[in-house]
């Protein structure tokens, strides 16, 4: 008997009209239709709450890799580390540039291996940035070309939302997709807030053993190992989860995925690129505020941000499943909007408990809109590869399969907004002096955003209708 066999479940046989389902070994099930109410309701709805457990698992571990520069950065200077501030940007955006653009091939991984043995490879992965930056920052001598590299290495871990996602849609049915994308994707983006708080902790701890800065990378190697090893004894992949060449052109030349990439950008690479500098924003507008001394333990504020967010956007799934996505998606464009032009005239006010509460709406906003813009792709596809029944969207194996495929896809546009976002305010301040010009132009960007929203998606005469 081979160990993936031994770590095979024994399951008793399916209920009356439960359609059946086959396992093989290594983990692989035959047969699986999320779609199948009496299926779903005898054995799929408790094989795909494990999967997506150990999914949220492996993913959140990869937003914390993601994120680790955004917050070692700040801590740079007092290690003896002497980079501009042009530099700190570039190493606060250069994972979301990598993890970005990974996104693309990750989305096809699921399909070429399956999805368990694809999230056991690309925990593994996060291994590499997370002991590379505890190699670099011990040495105030290393070199920045050599930090860069190290730092794009971290987009590894940026590239497994693309390849949990598609993994977890083809678990649950078209009705239930918002929630649980939404809880996967969560579970995800709360890795860039516990990265941010868990950072200055076990950094202040380990000063006090000559340990310091490099403990930011080491402190993840057995979370990561355990992560991995849950996925290997408890995930499953599935024969149904396939996708072709054809299929996949298919989601390219469709035009609503690049409407919905670019609000993606709007709302998912707000959320990962106000989570990337907002530590630096605070202290470059606040020095007096940057952190909170708590127990002798230093504490950035800056984790709120992203908590929040991450928090916020398994509701904005829900809320989408209940309202419709386009209307909660134009909803927090306005508020990201509205606020962003805040930010920009309390400034001068010096109010940092002001500027902070205001963040902490933007980032409300952008996570509702995460989970409400990601909950309309399955159903936009859905509705122009198959013609829904009696209102309902019930999507077939070939839609299903392109559908995946666009998410990936969606969410790697997306994500460059983590890249984008540093980038527009490293030139505004390089230009200025201030950020100033870089929120008008994100206020103008949501505002377009919003506009394209309503044109394409709640307009009675959409080509796809309300979604």
Request: hydrophobic residues 55%; contains cysteine; aromatic residues 14%.
């Amino acid at each position: 008997m081979s160990i993936d066999e031994a770590a095979s479940p024994t399951l008793a046989p399916p209920p009356s009209g439960v359609t059946a389902l086959t396992h093989r070994p290594g983990r692989w099930i035959d047969g699986w239709d999320a779609e199948d109410t009496a299926q779903w309701n005898g054995v799929g709805r408790s094989i795909a709450r494990r999967n997506l457990q150990w999914s949220i698992a492996c993913e959140f571990l990869g937003f914390v890799v993601w994120q680790l520069w955004s917050i070692v950065v700040v801590y740079l200077p007092a290690a003896g580390f002497t980079f501009t501030t042009s530099q700190i940007f570039w190493l606060i955006s250069m994972p979301s540039l990598v993890g970005a653009t990974l996104r693309i091939p990750y989305t096809f991984m699921v399909p070429r291996f399956g999805g368990r043995n694809w999230t056991i490879i690309s925990a593994l992965l996060l291994l590499i940035p997370a002991v590379g930056l505890a190699l670099c920052v011990s040495n105030p001598e290393t070199p920045f070309g050599v930090m860069l590299a190290v730092a794009a290495l971290a987009g590894l871990g940026g590239g497994n939302f693309a390849s949990s996602m598609a993994n977890i849609t083809f678990f649950y049915p078209a009705r239930e997709k918002g929630w649980a994308l939404g809880l996967n994707a969560a579970g995800g983006n709360l890795g860039a807030a516990v990265a941010q708080f868990v950072v200055p902790v076990v950094i202040g701890l380990g000063a006090a053993f000559s340990l310091g800065i490099p403990l930011a990378g080491w402190v993840w190697v057995p979370l990561i190992l355990v992560a991995a090893f849950g996925a290997w004894k408890y995930m499953d992949n599935l024969s149904s989860a396939r996708s072709d060449l054809a299929g996949s052109l298919a989601a390219v030349r469709e035009p609503h995925l690049w409407i919905m990439a670019l609000l993606y950008i709007g709302t998912f690479g707000s959320f990962i690129g106000f989570a990337g500098v907002f530590p630096k924003l605070i202290a470059d507008s606040f020095p007096a505020f940057r952190t909170i001394d708590m127990l002798g333990i230093s504490l950035t504020l800056a984790f709120l941000g992203p908590l929040v967010g991450s928090l916020a956007r398994p509701f904005g799934g829900r809320l989408a499943d209940r309202f419709g996505g386009a209307i909660i998606t134009v909803c927090a464009f306005a508020v990201m909007a509205a606020i962003a032009l805040t930010v920009v005239w309390t400034l001068p006010l010096g109010n940092f408990w002001l500027f902070l509460g205001l963040f902490l709406v933007l980032f409300t906003a952008a996570g509702a809109g995460n989970g409400a813009t990601y909950r309309m792709i399955p159903i936009i596809f859905a509705r122009r590869g198959a013609a829904g029944q009696a209102g309902e969207v019930r999507e077939s194996v070939s839609t299903a399969r392109t559908s995946a495929a666009a998410l990936g896809l969606i969410s790697a546009v997306g994500a460059y907004g983590g890249f984008l976002i540093p980038q527009v305010l490293n030139a505004s301040n390089s230009a200025t002096g201030s950020y100033d010009n870089a929120f008008y132009g994100f206020v103008a960007g949501y505002v377009l955003m919003l506009a394209v929203t309503w044109f394409f998606y709640l307009r009675r005469s959409s080509t796809v209708g309300k979604v």
